[in-house]
């Protein structure tokens, strides 16, 4: 039976003001690897919001082993202070994880939590919502937690992607009001970070292969279009605009295939912000 596992913020919503102290902190030469007063000391944060101010930048990609991630360095040297809705989408995209990162996906993605189901399983299927409606069809999933602690924790998740000190440039998720939301729809990732996340699902799931028929690539479970919100037609738009700029390209016979043209996919987060 799946568990939510999105109690690890300890209802301290995410703010990218909080996020940077952490980062700041694991450039230093001990990183993160400290007491818990050590790190309050270092932070400025108090002893109750450090550790998920942690576990967020964990669960985000920009935290790895209590230093910085090799996307962490990029994000602090070419955006230090998280203005860019390059960093947006990219928090937005290891957050869909639920912090298990490029590890091969489970059978279902609830089995990784409330963050991957409601990415990969929810959205698909409801485009706008009320908080009201993701708990009840949440509790349903995650049985073992009451309707008030999904509604907490949902909420959490959701400020996330509304509030401007988190995650609203990038527009994954909108209000319609107070109470009710719609997917963004709004096709504002670059394409050399919509080549990034290719890249990494690739890496994840096809390993050396240098192409994969087209199908694979749009079905790909957790894959990139409930990442960017979209539907798999117009998936298939977007990949055309990646081989207009020479990261991939197609090749037809029976089926089509997709062969990538990319060498490392840290170049193509580069290539985003510079």
Excluded at 146 to 168: C, G
Excluded at 197 to 202: G, I, V, Y
Aim: aromatic share 12%; hydrophobic share 40%; with cysteine.
């Amino acid at each position: 039976m799946p568990e939510s596992q999105l109690s690890f913020h300890s209802t301290f919503a995410l703010k990218k003001q909080d996020l940077l102290k952490i980062l700041r902190a694991a450039c230093e030469q001990q990183g993160l690897k400290d007491t818990l007063s050590g790190l309050v000391e270092r932070t400025g944060l108090g002893n109750k919001k450090v550790t998920p101010v942690k576990s967020w930048a964990i669960r985000a990609g920009l935290i790895s082993r209590n230093t910085l991630s090799p996307e962490g360095k990029l994000v602090l040297q070419f955006d230090p202070y998280l203005e860019s809705v390059v960093t947006e989408w990219l928090m937005h995209f290891y957050l869909s994880f639920s912090g298990y990162g490029m590890e091969p996906p489970p059978n279902h993605p609830a089995d990784w939590g409330g963050w991957s189901y409601f990415v990969f399983s929810f959205l698909p299927e409801h485009s706008e919502f009320s908080q009201d409606e993701l708990v009840a069809a949440s509790a349903q999933v995650f049985s073992r937690a009451t309707p008030k602690v999904l509604h907490e924790n949902f909420r959490i998740l959701l400020r996330a992607y509304t509030e401007d000190q988190a995650l609203w440039a990038c527009r994954f998720l909108q209000n319609v009001d107070s109470k009710h939301y719609r997917q963004g729809g709004i096709d504002n990732v670059h394409h050399s970070l919509m080549g990034y996340f290719l890249a990494k699902l690739w890496q994840r799931d096809f390993e050396e292969l240098d192409s994969v028929p087209l199908d694979t690539l749009l079905n790909q479970p957790m894959g990139l279009a409930p990442i960017l919100g979209t539907q798999l037609n117009l998936l298939q738009n977007r990949l055309t605009k990646l081989e207009h700029y020479g990261l991939i390209s197609y090749s037809s016979g029976t089926s089509d295939t997709v062969t990538r043209r990319w060498k490392d996919p840290l170049l193509l987060l580069e290539r985003a912000y510079t």
